[in-house]
């Protein structure tokens, strides 16, 4: 790569059309209404799972008592947190950015701080809110934008390929690819390839014919290739149930691991919003001390602190709202993942 400046001549930029298109720079950034409504489409269906896998992490996770939280009732919750969060990145971060809550966080709420005694799950999520008070605060102070900005390139690359990987492990566990291998005494977590090292299942076959057609339809590229793939593997899980019904992994080996996918009465149930302001603020400083609490709450922060850092490069290097090796906006983007 030459160190000389050879950009070619730019192009005429084209006009926006309406308030919307200015707004958010749709036109200027080299996007269409209809690309950004496909691109809508695909991160809803692709993000979609953590209405599913959040649930069984909180909803199932007992706390120190005994007790938990539901899954109807965290799904509804995920689900109304993401759409509120994820609308208020467009508005006033203007970043094509989708929030949910995050794979790190909610595993260490129910493996770990969840089993400390005398602690709630309204108090586990009260310290979660004065880890998300602290957050915002810091970016309100500049300094966790400072921070962003002070690690290394490479390093929030890294951060990016690490995530990636973890959601992919998480898919080819779904998909019965790679399975859970306990060992005698219950301790490990080994894993295995497929059933006794075979693949069976029509999950594993679902899997594999999505992944292939939305590999042919973005080499051949066609616009929403990723919603596509969705979509028809989708339809396929459900034809497929009806008439060859696997049911769940956990009475059969070849089952589908997250969620069966049937359509129900269940399926078009209003959601159960019970749990919203159920937080305890002081519950754990009660319980716990002061000091123990504030440790929790440190420990919640920095899980969240770095959280968003790849995510952010990775997808606004895809959006091409990178300046300057900068994320337009950088600030809003850290507070309104803060508030999130």
Request: proline fraction near 4%; avoid cysteine.
């Amino acid at each position: 790569m030459s160190s000389e400046n050879t950009a070619a001549p730019q192009s005429p930029k084209a006009e926006a059309k309406g308030a919307l298109d200015r707004y958010f720079k749709i036109t200027e950034r080299g996007s269409t209404i209809a690309a950004e409504f496909r691109g809508g489409l695909a991160t809803f269906f692709a993000m979609s799972y953590i209405v599913v896998l959040n649930p069984l992490i909180i909803g199932l996770g007992k706390d120190a008592s005994g007790n938990a939280l539901g899954v109807p009732q965290v799904a509804a919750m995920t689900a109304l947190v993401a759409g509120v969060m994820t609308i208020l990145m467009g508005v006033i971060a203007k970043q094509p950015f989708a929030m949910a809550a995050g794979l790190g966080v909610n595993a260490l709420l129910a493996t770990t701080i969840a089993s400390t005694p005398g602690l709630t799950w309204p108090a586990i999520m009260g310290l979660v809110v004065w880890a998300g008070v602290l957050m915002t605060i810091l970016v309100l102070t500049g300094f966790r934008t400072a921070v962003f900005n002070a690690v290394p390139e490479s390093l929030k690359v890294a951060i990016v390929v690490g995530i990636g990987f973890f959601i992919a492990f998480i898919g080819l566990v779904n998909a019965g690819i790679i399975r859970r291998m306990p060992d005698a005494a219950g301790t490990t977590v080994p894993v295995s390839f497929g059933v006794s090292g075979h693949l069976l299942g029509w999950p594993t076959l679902v899997f594999l014919f999505g992944l292939f057609l939305t590999i042919a339809l973005f080499i051949r590229n066609v616009k929403g290739a990723i919603l596509y793939g969705v979509l028809a593997s989708t339809a396929l899980s459900i034809i497929l149930e009806k008439v060859v019904p696997s049911g769940s992994s956990v009475k059969s080996p070849t089952g589908w691991s997250l969620n069966v996918p049937v359509w129900d009465s269940n399926t078009s149930k209003l959601p159960n919003f019970s749990l919203f302001g159920s937080a305890d603020l002081f519950g754990a400083f009660g319980t716990l001390g002061g000091m123990a609490a504030v440790l929790l709450i440190f420990t919640i922060l920095i899980s969240a602190f770095f959280d968003a850092m790849g995510t952010s490069v990775g997808l606004a290097t895809e959006a091409g709202t990178i300046k300057d090796g900068q994320i337009e906006n950088v600030d809003k983007v850290l507070l309104v993942d803060a508030l999130g």
